[in-house]
T-cell receptor, first 114, second 112 residues
Framework: SQQGEEDPQALSIQEGENATMNCSYK?????LQWYRQNSGRGLVHLIL?????REKHSGRLRVTLDTSKKSSSLLITASRAADTASYFC??????????????FGKGITLSVRP | KAGVTQTPRYLIKTRGQQVTLSCSPI?????VSWYQQTPGQGLQFLFE???????NKGNFPGRFSGRQFSNSRSEMNVSTLELGDSALYLC???????????FGQGTRLTVV
């Protein structure tokens, strides 16, 4: 079963604009990760943020985590047509034995218009 | 460093048959996980192997099984295929617990 929800479910923006995607989850987490998927292919890891971190940057990506609200956001700045893809947030829970198990949200479809 | 390799990329099987999918993780990664992706259910965790031991199992029937070899390569098997097993099956490897996962390109299974 899905851990949480992303919103919006679909987002269409113009090249050069910023894209903000949100994710909510339900249980206590060790970390939260964002992945990108192009056209039903494999997932590409974008960024990992741990439960004791509040913000993280990687290139044009900025991720925030609010554990009190059980939510995260992914900001892609200065978007490009190549950013068109589906984006998923995934969590690793804190319970013993969670190990590497990822629980995914339903995903957000981002379309960047040239 | 080579990425995660999944074979085959595409498969068409008939209901009732069985299928074996293969995954070679990134060198040095001992954790291998499998996920099923369908339009209706999204990405769902199947199981995880670490050092040849299954550490975690998702909520799937016993027709879904897997194993891991001493070189960390993993296989998953689905017996008595059903139409609903049609999906993209993704394998991911990790260096350790609570680290990022690296995914293969997936095996697209179609059951007819």
């Amino acid at each position: 079963s899905q851990q949480g929800e992303e919103d919006p479910q679909a987002l269409s923006i113009q090249e050069g604009e910023n894209a903000t995607m949100n994710c909510s989850y339900k249980t206590s987490i060790n970390n939260l990760q964002w992945y990108r998927q192009n056209s039903g292919r494999g997932l590409v890891h974008l960024i990992l943020i741990r439960s004791n971190e509040r913000e993280k940057h990687s290139g044009r990506l900025r991720v925030t985590l609010d554990t009190s609200k059980k939510s995260s956001s992914l900001l892609i700045t200065a978007s490009r047509a190549a950013d068109t893809a589906s984006y998923f947030c995934a969590t690793v829970a804190t319970y013993t034995g969670a190990n590497s198990k990822l629980t995914f949200g339903k995903g957000i479809t981002l379309s960047v218009r040239p | 460093k080579a990425g995660v390799t999944q074979t085959p990329r595409y498969l068409i099987k008939t209901r009732g048959q069985q299928v074996t999918l293969s995954c070679s993780p990134i060198s040095g990664h001992r954790s291998v996980s499998w996920y099923q992706q369908t339009p209706g259910q999204g990405l769902q965790f199947l199981f995880e192997y670490f050092s040849e031991t299954q550490r975690n199992k998702g909520n799937f029937p016993g027709r879904f099984s897997g194993r891991q070899f001493s070189n960390s390569r993993s296989e998953m098997n689905v017996s008595t295929l059903e139409l609903g097993d049609s999906a993209l099956y993704l394998c991911a490897s990790s260096f350790g617990d609570h680290t990022e996962a690296f995914f293969g390109q997936g095996t697209r299974l179609t059951v007819v």
